[in-house]
C-alpha cells in the first residue's frame, strides 16, 4: 500500500506545483498542455511515457490533436501520493 501524502505536502503543493492544478472531484492533479501539432504533443506523450516507466507510476492522460491533458493520482493511496509528486515535477522539467 502506498500512503497518500501529508498535511504538510498537501499544504505545499501550489508552491511546488504550480502549473498543476487540484481536480474538483478526486484527489488528484491535473495539467493541461497546448503544442503546435499532434506531432509535438504526441512526442511529448512519449517522452512522459518514458518517464513513467522509470518512476514505475503512470498517468491518467488523453490526446486530441495538439492537447495533452494529464491526471495524476495513486489509487492504491486513495488519492495523492508521493508518486505523484514525484512524476508531476519529472513531467514539468520537461516542458521547462
Known amino acids: 500500500m502506498v500512503a497518500p501524502i501529508t498535511a504538510a505536502e498537501r499544504a ?3 508552491t511546488a506545483l504550480p502549473r498543476w492544478s487540484l481536480v474538483p472531484d478526486r484527489d488528484a492533479l491535473h495539467q493541461r498542455w497546448v503544442f503546435s501539432d499532434f506531432n509535438a504533443a504526441f512526442g511529448f506523450i512519449t517522452r512522459v511515457a518514458l518517464l513513467a516507466e522509470q518512476h514505475q ?21 486513495g488519492g495523492l501520493s508521493l508518486r505523484d509528486l514525484h512524476l508531476a515535477t519529472a513531467i514539468d522539467a520537461l516542458t521547462a
Not at 65 to 75: A, F, M, Q, S
Open 57 to 77: 507510476h503512470h498517468p491518467e492522460w488523453s490526446n486530441v490533436w495538439n492537447r495533452v491533458d494529464i491526471t495524476l493520482t495513486t489509487h492504491d493511496a
Open 12 to 14: 505545499t503543493l501550489a
